[in-house]
């Protein structure tokens, strides 16, 4: 009986660990989405419009980043890149995050997305990023 609970305890934490997401982490991309970047990509992280490969004025909308588009294709570094870069460059129209958002507030900001992503969607990226 108490082997188990151990045994159980282990496995649990082993799962914690695999997904380095803690709920603290995924509550500061939150609030570090809720003020940085709802404008563009909505609310819920769902995109503001329903077509956004259609571009608008010669630019591309903000994509959702719910797990409905594309982004959880690109592995965290990719991620990363894109939130410390934007797009501008590239010809986009995302502003880049480099400097006014901390290491910390980056990579709770990609816990976050990930806890909005749908179960097998999180179950593809691990198996393919971790
Ligand atoms: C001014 C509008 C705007 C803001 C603010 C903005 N984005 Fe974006 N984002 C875009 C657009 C537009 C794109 C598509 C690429 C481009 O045009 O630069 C994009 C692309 C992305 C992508 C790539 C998605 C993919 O499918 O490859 C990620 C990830 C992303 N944004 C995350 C964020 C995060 C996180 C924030 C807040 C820190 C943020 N964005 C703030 C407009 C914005």
């Not at 986009?92 to 179960?119: C, I």
Request: with cysteine; proline share 5%; net charge positive.
């Amino acid at each position: 009986m108490k082997l188990s609970a151990l045994l159980m305890f282990i496995f649990l934490t082993g799962c914690f660990d695999s997904n380095a997401q803690t709920a603290d982490s995924v509550a500061l991309g939150k609030a570090t989405f809720d003020k940085n970047c709802v404008t563009c990509h909505g609310k819920s992280a769902q995109g503001l419009v329903t077509n956004w490969k259609t571009p608008i004025n010669g630019k591309y909308p903000a994509p959702p980043l719910n797990g409905s588009a594309h982004a959880w294709h690109h592995s965290p570094k990719l991620l990363l890149k894109t939130i410390n870069e934007g797009g501008v460059k590239l010809g986009g129209s995302m502003p880049g995050f480099k400097n006014t958002l901390s290491t910390d507030e980056k990579q709770a900001l990609l816990d976050y997305l990930y806890s909005l992503w749908p179960k097998n969607i999180q179950q593809r990226y691990d198996s393919r990023f971790e």
